[in-house]
């Protein structure tokens, strides 16, 4: 598996379960997500946009890293863009760093969408902010998870599910039928062996971290 680690435009938080992430991960910038470069201690290998939100100290501050600009007047964001440069060059896992918050929402929007589209094709993503994960949830598939007792999860429904199941929490599921735009999936907590089962749906699953990134 070739795991590369992308540093998008939204928030990122620093913390050790996200630097043993990125460890031994090649990295690629997209646009002003090279700011979050200084923040983990990291040099990207590539820098990938239309560089227009880029303040003038920091492209001088990364001046020696390689780039690949794009024209302004493009029909794909940056974040986009990047993702399709990292599967050029082999990526058969991502981790989209920066994918939640920031001063655009759309963006954020298009961000957990992708993931999951890009589970639909076999790659593995995972969105992180450093006090937020996100990962798509592959129909058919049981996943578990190793987070700690009494966090705070949620499932994000981009469409009517069937045949969920969550074990392991303070509110089970067996076999549910959510309706599309349903607020049944927000706020669960962890109380036990997580795992959740989807058989028909497009989900996300986001967990909510502690300050310092624990799961």
Known sequence: MSR??????????????LDAEIAGSRIIAADSGMRHAALLGVTPELWVGD???????????????????????????????????????????????????????????L??????????????????????????????????????????FSILGFSALAGLTVEGAKWPLDAVEVPFGSSLTLSNVVDGALAVTLMQGRALFVAHLSNDGER
């Open 51 to 109: 560089f227009d939100s880029v303040p003038p100290e920091l492209s001088d501050a990364y001046s020696h890293v390689p780039r690949r600009r794009f024209p302004p007047e493009k029909d794909k964001t940056d974040g986009e863009l990047a993702i399709a440069v990292a599967l050029e060059a082999g990526a058969t896992s991502l981790l989209l760093a920066g994918a939640f918050g920031g001063s655009r929402p759309d963006h954020m929007f």
């Open 4 to 17: 590369l680690t992308l540093l998008l435009g939204g928030d990122l938080t620093r913390t050790p379960a």
């Open 111 to 152: 961000h957990l969408a992708q993931a999951i589209q890009l589970s639909e094709r076999g790659v593995n993503a995972k969105l992180t902010s450093g006090r937020q994960e996100g990962v798509p949830l592959v129909p058919g598939e049981r996943r578990s998870f190793e987070y700690p007792q009494d966090m705070l």
